[in-house]
């Protein structure tokens, strides 16, 4: 689906820049509000943060889990798999791991070396491979081949950390939850809603600013934000359509030509659209 700007104005706050006939887009400087936002009450974060979700729902109407996968073992399997590795080529890899390995039986007396092989591509793959042969086991014996749909029972399983549980709960349970990857907690640092380091922490923090029915689809847009626009060393600032609201505008590049070369993805048309350009 594709979202016009003047459907973003209706839809959610108004865009960082609105271009007019007359007037040139153009990024708003944000510092005025940086000082105001030094004494930012948690009511004021409350709502700029959810306004800020607002925002990126216009941005990624379509935001959703970058692995492909048809059941939860499917997910489980595919985000165990991502870990130092590209989404892009773990759906490289599964396609033909899953037809081999159906079920979580299949895991579980799997042929390492063979489900090495399968694996390799994806990196690290002796200890994925363990994690996969462990997984199935554990769902064999302890939960008759199916994915428990709890966060504690999850994170019990071999290769499933809080946020591989997360992932499983939201998008193949459509259980809330906040993935708290690299993407996320980058730019929810640079967005001040929190400044904890440590995941749990994150995870946390941002379930006490944002409506919990919000947090999966929450983090889909910030990790494609992420990806997109706000870079880990050369933001699109320039062009993000977050600025008025971001207390870190000018982290990067801030000129509009330059920032919109920076923007990645099949949304970029979209994203700059939205900021008038
Ligand atoms: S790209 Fe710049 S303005 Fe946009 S969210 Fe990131 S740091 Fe803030």
Same mark, same amino acid.
Request: include cysteine; aromatic fraction near 6%; proline fraction near 6%.
């Given at each position: 689906?594709?979202?016009?700007?003047?459907?973003?104005?209706?839809?959610?706050?108004?865009?960082?820049?609105?271009?007019?006939?007359?007037?040139?887009?153009?990024?708003?400087?944000?510092?005025?509000?940086?000082?105001?936002?030094?004494?930012?009450?948690?009511?004021?974060?409350?709502?700029?943060?959810?306004?800020?979700?607002?925002?990126?729902?216009?941005?990624?109407?379509?935001?959703?889990?970058?692995?492909?996968? &048809? /059941? $939860?073992?499917?997910? *489980?399997?595919?985000?165990?798999?991502? #870990?130092?590795?590209?989404?892009? =080529?773990?759906? @490289? &890899? /599964? $396609?033909?791991?899953? *037809?081999?390995?159906?079920?979580?039986? #299949?895991?579980?007396?799997?042929? =390492?070396?063979? @489900?090495?092989?399968?694996?390799?591509?994806?990196?690290?793959?002796?200890?994925?491979?363990?994690?996969?042969?462990?997984?199935?086991?554990?769902?064999?014996?302890?939960?008759?081949?199916?994915?428990?749909?709890?966060?504690?029972?999850?994170?019990?399983?071999?290769?499933?950390?809080?946020?591989?549980?997360?992932?499983?709960?939201?998008?193949?349970?459509?259980?809330?939850?906040?993935?708290?990857?690299?993407?996320?907690?980058?730019?929810?640092?640079?967005?001040?809603?929190?400044?904890?380091?440590?995941?749990?922490?994150?995870?946390?923090?941002?379930?006490?600013?944002?409506?919990?029915?919000?947090?999966?689809?929450?983090?889909?847009?910030?990790?494609?934000?992420?990806?997109?626009?706000?870079?880990?060393?050369?933001?699109?600032?320039?062009?993000?359509?977050?600025?008025?609201?971001?207390?870190?505008?000018?982290?990067?590049?801030?000129?509009?030509?330059?920032?919109?070369?920076?923007?990645?993805?099949?949304?970029?048309?979209?994203?700059?659209?939205?900021?008038?350009?």
């Amino acid at each position: 689906m594709r979202v016009s700007p003047s459907t973003a104005a209706v839809s959610g706050p108004a865009p960082a820049v609105e271009a007019t006939d007359a007037q040139p887009a153009a990024v708003p400087a944000p510092k005025r509000k940086s000082r105001v936002r030094q004494a930012e009450t948690q009511l004021g974060l409350t709502r700029r943060a959810r306004r800020m979700n607002r925002t990126l729902a216009v941005a990624f109407p379509d935001a959703h889990c970058e692995l492909d996968f &048809t /059941t $939860p073992l499917e997910l *489980a399997v595919a985000t165990i798999l991502s #870990a130092q590795c590209t989404d892009e =080529r773990v759906n @490289l &890899t /599964t $396609p033909a791991l899953f *037809a081999k390995y159906r079920d979580a039986r #299949a895991y579980a007396e799997a042929n =390492r070396a063979e @489900l090495e092989e399968y694996i390799r591509p994806t990196g690290f793959f002796r200890n994925k491979t363990s994690s996969l042969i462990g997984l199935g086991q554990a769902l064999v014996e302890r939960f008759d081949g199916e994915l428990p749909h709890t966060l504690d029972e999850l994170v019990q399983l071999p290769g499933i950390g809080r946020k591989t549980a997360n992932v499983i709960l939201g998008n193949a349970f459509g259980v809330p939850g906040i993935t708290v990857d690299t993407h996320f907690g980058r730019l929810v640092r640079r967005w001040a809603w929190t400044t904890e380091e440590d995941p749990v922490k994150v995870e946390h923090a941002i379930g006490a600013i944002i409506e919990r029915k919000e947090w999966t689809m929450l983090s889909h847009r910030v990790i494609f934000h992420g990806r997109r626009v706000c870079h880990s060393r050369k933001p699109a600032c320039g062009v993000c359509i977050l600025a008025k609201d971001c207390p870190s505008f000018g982290v990067g590049v801030t000129d509009p030509e330059t920032a919109a070369k920076l923007v990645k993805g099949p949304e970029a048309e979209h994203l700059l659209e939205l900021v008038g350009r």
